[in-house]
């Protein structure tokens, strides 16, 4: 057993290799269309902010055979949730969107509160266990691609980000088109390309999330700097793209008073 786990692992971590050297020869339409031709299920998230727009808008442009998905928190601004239907007209595509469950919902406020994730670390990875993780596990279901808008320029956690990396905590190879793009060159391609965007870019939110953990960034602050804010770790993640993720302190539905 412990055997063909390893066998697996080796499999995975080989050829998430062999993709990463594959895709960074290629453009970003290209890269998808590889991705899209690969035996098994693409599945691409978006969060619906400018970089996974330029995806969503290359994956509709083409047609290509890749899922769109989204996870709606619940706790999204009005303006990331009216995009969602803009760009499904733009494109001609359905976005599945996956929600949390309102027995994670009621376990977590039961816990800490609706807006305790103000209070601790502990408690902010749980909401985004119960909003996020959770959606994402099943929105997964099946995938053997996972496509993302990471980028290197976000944040120094993403600095060494690749365009394929084997994802063994999910059993999966994860996708990075977009991982050596920085943002002027989102910024130009987007106007190049009348990409739909979220309005609160021009606002002053390079990187949107949930409405209560995001704020305008200031002068000079990093891309995320907005996210988590009250937070002291420079590389602070909600967990979707941690390799182990904070999830020993969701409340579990079952226990909620």
């Not at 619940?74 to 359905?94: K, Q």
Request: aromatic share 6%.
């Amino acid at each position: 057993m412990e055997q063909d786990r390893a066998m697996t692992t080796q499999s995975l971590e080989t050829k998430a290799q062999a993709l990463n050297e594959e895709l960074g020869a290629l453009d970003l339409a290209g890269r998808l269309a590889l991705v899209a031709g690969l035996d098994g299920r693409a599945v691409f998230t978006t969060s619906l902010g400018i970089e996974d727009q330029v995806i969503t808008a290359a994956i509709g442009t083409n047609r290509l055979n890749i899922d769109v998905v989204t996870l709606e928190t619940g706790r999204l601004f009005n303006e990331t949730a009216a995009l969602i239907g803009e760009t499904e007209e733009t494109y001609g595509i359905a976005i599945r969107r996956f929600h949390p469950e309102k027995a994670d919902i009621d376990a977590y406020v039961a816990q800490y509160g609706m807006n305790g994730f103000y209070d601790s670390v502990e408690a902010r990875h749980a909401c985004c266990g119960v909003r996020k993780l959770r959606p994402l596990a099943r929105a997964l279901e099946g995938a053997n691609y996972w496509i993302t808008g990471l980028r290197r320029g976000q944040s120094g956690n993403r600095a060494t980000t690749p365009f394929a990396e084997a994802d063994l905590e999910r059993g999966l190879i994860k996708v990075n088109p977009l991982a050596d793009w920085d943002i002027d060159a989102i910024h130009a391609h987007v106007a190049a390309e009348a990409i739909p965007v979220n309005p609160l870019h021009s606002r002053g939110y390079p990187s949107i999330g949930c409405e209560p953990c995001t704020r305008a960034i200031k002068p000079g602050e990093p891309e995320r700097a907005g996210r988590w804010w009250w937070e002291n770790d420079e590389k602070r993640e909600c967990g979707l793209h941690v390799a182990e993720a904070a999830s020993s302190s969701i409340p579990n539905a079952s226990s909620a008073a």
